[in-house]
């Protein structure tokens, strides 16, 4: 099973791919928005060195765009190996100022002569400065309201625009509006490559939670309402959504209890077991978690057949779960470094068994020194 790991903060990559390892994830998607951010070639083959003989489980690198990006340097980052590229349309972890509308739309037209995706963090900046400078000290519900709705329809309609226009293919990352689904169902039904990322924090809960965790349940965009969480739901099954990331933003607990707390939670420990389970319940199919967690990612980023299908020529990772044992979530026996979960303490239908990478035990209850590969695209 593949995961995408968004927005991690890459300097603990061996925890971070442990992580991924219990979690039944076999390969991991590093995001760009790091200390130093991954913004050149150079930047790309340094971090690609350095977090090599760190990674537990197969691993591939985004670069990052900016407002300084330029096509030339696109185009390098793609021969040096960047599996993707992500854009931050809006203030969140890094502090990365959105690039203009003109430096998206060069960018975008070199990648779709590559055919390489664009992942974006949709929350409109302009917007977000303005409900932010409303909002009173650091309470979560101050947070939500921070970033309305609109925030994130506004950015999904911009990408909407830039990618019909330039025919890239562009991915929206961690959604969590209902709202959101309308444009990309716009999308789909007049054949524009645009597409949808949701996680699993964003199927299971909603803004009750902040009243029992508090900030610990700070995200960007923030965790929103039921209506959203079944709207959510119903867009795995129906096909509107492509993709189920973790968004592993392993944060302190320390960082999340302070009065000016990060967004962002640790999530891949908990990932496959909620998914799991909801399929005990009733509401996915098995099959719906192989396709939006490992043959869609792998289709995606062109990384298919050799990932997200068991085939002559597949890359030996395998997932093995059992949806009739028990998880019971204890985030301090997590091995991220962030000790803490919305989910902690949860019993959940569904377990991993084993998570195999490049045909050999990563996981079996606990975690070996498997070494995983660096992964660019195939086709
Ligand atoms: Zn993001």
């Not at 340094?46 to 977090?51: A, F, G, I, Q, T």
């Not at 293919?169 to 709202?179: M, T």
């Not at 959940?348 to 084993?354: A, D, I």
Request: hydrophobic fraction near 35%.
């Amino acid at each position: 099973m593949t995961g995408v790991q968004t927005c991690a903060l890459p300097i603990y990559f061996s925890t971070g791919t442990s992580a991924a390892a219990a979690g039944g994830i076999t390969l991991v998607f590093e995001m760009p928005n790091t200390i130093p951010p991954v913004d050149s070639d150079a930047r790309l083959l340094e971090k690609k060195e350095l977090v090599r003989p760190k990674a537990h489980v197969d691993f591939a690198l985004h670069g990052l765009v900016r407002d300084t990006s330029t096509a030339s340097g696109i185009e390098k980052m793609i021969k040096s190996g960047a599996i993707g590229f992500k854009a931050f349309m809006g203030p969140t972890t890094g502090n990365i100022p959105p690039p203009s509308h003109g430096t998206l739309y060069e960018v975008l037209d070199v990648l779709s002569k590559h055919g390489v995706p664009l992942l974006v963090h949709a929350e409109d900046d302009n917007l977000i400065n303005y409900f932010t400078s409303k909002a009173k000290g650091p309470d979560p519900f101050e947070h939500l309201k921070s970033r309305p709705y609109v925030c994130e329809m506004f950015s999904a309609m911009e990408l909407l625009s830039l990618s019909e226009y330039t025919g890239a293919k562009v991915h929206i990352v961690h959604i969590s509006s209902r709202h959101v689904l309308k444009v990309l169902k716009w999308a789909r039904e007049y054949g524009i490559n645009l597409s949808g990322e949701t996680c699993t924090h964003y199927l299971f809960l909603n803004s009750d939670i902040y009243k029992k965790v508090g900030n610990i349940a700070r995200m960007n965009p923030p965790i929103r309402e039921k209506e959203d969480s079944e709207a959510l739901l119903n867009a795995i099954r129906d096909g509107t959504i492509l993709t189920i990331g973790s968004d592993h933003s392993p944060h302190t607990l320390e960082e999340k209890l302070s009065d000016n707390p990060p967004s962002g939670m640790p999530g891949l420990e908990t990932q496959v077991p909620l998914l799991l389970n909801a399929v005990k319940e009733g509401r996915l199919d098995l099959t719906d978690i192989v396709r939006l967690l490992s043959e869609n990612v792998a289709k995606l980023f062109g990384l298919y057949p050799r990932y997200g299908a068991v085939l002559p020529g597949s890359r030996g990772n395998l997932t093995i779960v059992s949806l009739n044992s028990e998880t019971k979530i204890n985030a301090q026996k997590f091995y991220s470094k962030a000790k803490y979960s919305p989910f902690d303490g949860a019993v959940l239908s569904g377990k991993v068994m084993y998570t195999i990478v490049g045909g050999d035990i990563a996981y079996d209850g606990e975690v070996h020194d498997v070494r995983g590969e660096f992964v660019s695209k195939i086709s």
